[in-house]
């Protein structure tokens, strides 16, 4: 069982590029979600979601938007990436929606926007 | 609204010494509360979680936290910590039924000393 796999681990982008970063987990888990991580800040939330067809805004949604398809899948793109986006990203997913329940976390993959 | 301070940005201790990193929320309705770890170059996993009953719980690893309502504080402690405990400790708070306002602390770096 992976968990949760998120692709690249890794990337260099030009400013004013459009990047997606995928995420897909293989737990059934019927909540997902994107984090942001930067020094100092811990992790904010950029968008998720509670179940498939449906999303919402975190704290930090400005610039990127979310999809999800299906339960496993839940990408986020940056239609026009800048330089303040330059952080470690994390996808996570948990089992509910109740606040009780553990987040399961990615690896993250590292976006520089130059 | 919630919110969780993490009072340490950086705690070194020696190995084998005993440790506790500081916690405090604020809320003006019951929270769930967590401390999660993220060893270098990782997602973050659970150490532990406090939804009710019991003030004192268990993680993994030998780590506790207390729960104590009159001062707001969820403190993570163990006893003899070793070189594998390396990595940033995050406090998060949630309100029940609401795993999408997960708000994670800004973190505290544990630095073992041999």
């Known amino acids: 069982i992976a968990g949760i796999t998120q692709a690249p681990t890794s990337q260099i982008l030009a400013a004013g590029r459009r990047m997606t970063l995928r995420c897909t987990q293989d737990m059934r888990h019927n909540a997902m979600y994107w984090y942001r991580q930067d020094l100092g800040l811990g992790l904010r939330l950029i968008h998720y979601?509670?179940?498939?067809?449906?999303?919402g805004k975190g704290e930090v949604p400005d610039g990127y938007s979310v999809s999800r398809a299906n339960t496993d899948d839940f990408p986020l793109t940056l239609a026009s990436a800048v330089p303040s986006q330059t952080s470690v990203y994390f996808c996570?997913?948990?089992?509910?929606?109740?606040?009780?329940?553990?987040?399961?976390f990615g690896p993250g993959t590292r976006l520089t926007v130059l | 609204a919630q919110s969780v301070t993490q009072l340490d940005s950086q705690v070194p201790v020696f190995e084998e010494a005993p440790v506790e990193l500081r916690c405090n929320y604020s809320s003006s309705v019951s929270v769930y509360l967590f401390w999660y770890v993220q060893y270098p170059n990782q997602g973050l996993q659970l150490l532990l979680k406090y939804l009710s009953g019991s003030t004192l719980v268990k993680g993994i690893n030998g780590f506790e936290a207390e729960f104590n309502k009159s001062q707001t504080s969820f403190h993570l402690r163990k006893p003899s910590v070793h070189i594998s405990d390396t990595a940033e400790y995050f406090c998060?708070?949630?309100?029940?039924?609401?795993?999408?306002?997960?708000?994670f602390g800004s973190g505290t770096r544990l630095s073992i000393r041999p």
């Open positions: 996570a997913s948990s089992d509910e929606t109740g606040g009780t329940d553990t987040q399961y």
């Open positions: 979601s509670n179940t498939a067809g449906t999303t």
């Open positions: 998060a708070v949630s309100r029940p039924r609401s795993a999408s306002k997960i708000i």
